[in-house]
Nanobody, 116 residues
Framework: QVQLVESGGGLVQAGGSLRLSCVAS????????MAWFRQAPGKQREMVAD???????NYAESVKGRFTISRDGASNPVYLQMNSLKPEDTAVYYC??????????WGRGTQVTVSS
């Protein structure tokens, strides 16, 4: 089992910044991918960004150039730096941990609200 705890959400004005953190604990293996997803009311959960234990990153088109995912190698925590926030970024943000062996775990989420 792997437990994930997110933090750093909150209320911010459009154009502002927030930094989310995710800490994983439990049966963690070095070969993993950590990701941030988000889900807005009435919408499906969508991938925002992910990063492998080797540091390779992937971003949704809607956040490229504004958000940065980072981690220190395969270790904890994983961060999501969010700049130039827009009202459409408002959502619950979830941390995800997955491995090549089909393991996948989710955190409980942290609310991000961007006011116009």
């Amino acid at each position: 089992q792997v437990q994930l705890v997110e933090s750093g959400g909150g209320l911010v004005q459009a154009g502002g910044s927030l930094r989310l953190s995710c800490v994983a604990s439990g049966s963690i293996i070095r070969l993993n991918t950590m990701a941030w997803f988000r889900q807005a009311p009435g919408k499906q959960r969508e991938m925002v960004a992910d990063i492998t234990s080797g540091g390779r990153t992937n971003y949704a088109e809607s956040v490229k150039g504004r958000f940065t995912i980072s981690r220190d190698g395969a270790s904890n925590p994983v961060y999501l730096q969010m700049n130039s926030l827009k009202p459409e970024d408002t959502a619950v943000y979830y941390c995800n941990y997955r491995t090549p062996y089909s393991q996948s775990y989710w955190g409980r989420g942290t609310q991000v609200t961007v006011s116009s």
